[in-house]
């Protein structure tokens, strides 16, 4: 069995299980290598390099693989043209800025449109048999407000307004957005996908209030209709340790929390390790401090976690491009010969 | 007496007062006139001008001024090289970047280097006797952020890296910092401020751990060495909501929380209505709702408070330049008129 799809059942281990987030990306000679041949979307959309670049990091000694893909990818089907602007990230040329623009939207054949995806996750399972693939999502609120400001945000000012003021057209877009994930990670699965993580990265810019009332019922429902898959559903998102009450409210097996929350406080809150497991939950920027303050770190985070089942070690958000891929490479060890 | 002194010192006040952050600023029509006039710095050192802008607000019907400046200021006289860029924001031209340039800063003579703020303190109490005028600076943490990333930062990774790998440089960079800003506010109140708030924006980046090992201590000497002077103490904070309690231990007599906690559970994990004030803590964004939504968003906040003693009306952060002045407007007489 495998130690990662153990701690997500809150399974004994014996080790506690570790993955990164962009754990195959820039920060790696290898993938900065590929990106030199190839630009960002072409290395999305042909699988055998996608299935390459998530393979890339096996050599870290990572308990599981996530698939290599973009959250934005199923905004492309939906006519609002993705492209990745060097030194800016992602930027949606047409972004959804009326209530006519969402109205028109309705979900898609996901197979079809994203087969591309499905085919990576074919081939990673073919090539890598062992280690167990993460296939993911973007969650409908993360994937909304880009849809709306057209790229990244940061006071999600068009965002929050339409939800303010147009209900009806933001309950339409969450239920296309929601139907959507649905079907596309219910396909990944199908394809060989183990597990699922939603990511949620910017719902922490929401009041509890919001939240509850304009997303959580939208995510209770995307994750019920995965409930059947018999893969374990993980729930991320950062920025919400002032609501993690509603967040528990999720029907999700692990919930991979920031570090801006302690690590035992949240799994409290979050139900318990009787409940849930959890994943997390060291800040990134910890990989560029010395080794042996890094050391000491992650022993605080394993610490916090008391060598109980059903925690999963990970950052709390992506690596960073500048990160030392040999820092990266003695988290692992240190993990895995914690006792 | 004064409802928004009242409400900082817990007692009961005929209606909620209410004040908000960037109340003077480019959301206003008046301001935009004067920096067409005047660039941003010549504002700020400028104590003529930086009493009229102080006083913008007052036909909003806010219960509280507070003074026109800029938190990076104190910055200057350590050599650093402030500048406002159009567009960008603060730049700091000379940033910290290595324990050398850390080593060689002092705490210097407040009352000379930032005369011309005190000036503007005098003058906005002598124009306007009547109205409480809120003295303010910047917190240890913000203000070290500034001077290392050289600016506004998305991932405090230059600061982090610090704070992880030259503790002792840390250590003496917060004390310069903390020395001063205590020197700033005792000159402010003693030039006739009424009130302090300590602007901690950026802390919220920092985990638990390391908000209490390397930021608290700092903070709690510096409200220390405020508690004489017969005027309430104000900690601001965003992003904090994962370790209140951590917050908690700095002797303050209010503390500002923003929206992403709700008000009520923030002010019970900060030590209750009966030990402190609460201020705050509508969405900015909200100010874009229309004007019935505000309105219901204004209520939930002050239902939060429940009418008890010790709350005062604010947003989480500060008004955005996009918003419109009739809803600020219309914001102060909704929570004037509550009952």
């Known amino acids: 069995m495998s130690r990662f799809l153990d701690a997500c059942y809150r399974r004994p281990t014996d080790a506690t299980p570790v993955w990164f987030m962009r754990q195959a990306g820039r920060y790696q000679p290898e993938y900065r290598a590929l990106r030199e041949k190839y630009d960002l979307l072409t290395l999305l959309r042909t699988p055998e390099l996608a299935v390459q670049v998530t393979l890339l990091p096996k050599p870290l000694g990572v308990d599981a693989l996530i698939l290599f893909?973009?959250?934005?990818?199923?905004?492309?089907?939906?006519?609002?043209?993705?492209r990745f602007v060097p030194g800016q990230g992602p930027v949606l040329e047409h972004p959804l800025r009326t209530a006519d623009d969402i109205a028109r939207l309705q979900p898609y054949a996901v197979e079809e449109a994203l087969g591309f995806v499905l085919e990576t996750v074919r081939g990673v399972r073919q090539?890598?048999?062992?280690?167990?693939?993460?296939?993911?999502?973007?969650?409908?609120?993360?994937?909304?407000?880009?849809?709306?400001?057209?790229?990244?945000?940061?006071?999600?000012?068009?965002?929050?307004?339409?939800?303010?003021?147009?209900?009806?057209?933001?309950?339409?877009?969450?239920?296309?957005?929601?139907?959507?994930?649905?079907d596309y990670l219910r396909a990944q699965v199908r394809a060989g996908a183990q597990a699922v993580q939603v990511f949620d990265s910017w719902v922490g810019a929401l009041s509890p209030g919001l939240y509850r009332a304009a997303v959580l019922p939208h995510l209770q429902r995307l994750f019920a209709a995965l409930g059947d898959l018999g893969v374990?559903?993980?729930?991320?998102?950062?920025?919400?340790?002032?609501?993690?009450e509603a967040v528990r409210e999720i029907p999700a097996e692990v919930f991979s929390v920031d570090w801006r929350v302690g690590l035992d406080a949240a799994w409290q809150r979050l139900g318990g390790p009787d409940r849930v497991a959890i994943q997390g939950n060291l800040d990134p920027i910890a990989l560029f401090a010395p080794p042996q303050r890094l050391r000491a770190e992650v022993q605080r985070v394993l610490e916090e976690a008391a060598g109980r089942p059903g925690h999963i070690f990970n950052l709390g958000h992506g690596i960073l491009p500048q990160t030392d891929p040999d820092q990266v490479r003695r988290l692992v060890e240190w993990v895995h010969t914690h006792r």
Chains 1, 2 share one sequence.
């Open 127 to 182: 090539v890598e048999p062992r280690l167990p693939l993460i296939g993911f999502a973007g969650a409908p609120f993360t994937l909304a407000s880009y849809a709306i400001e057209g790229g990244g945000s940061r006071h999600y000012r068009r965002t929050k307004a339409l939800m303010y003021a147009r209900p009806d057209a933001w309950q339409h877009l969450m239920a296309v957005l929601t139907q959507v994930t649905i």
């Open 232 to 244: 374990p559903r993980i729930y991320f998102s950062t920025g919400t340790a002032g609501f993690l």
């Open 69 to 82: 893909a973009d959250i934005l990818l199923p905004l492309e089907p939906l006519g609002l043209g993705l």
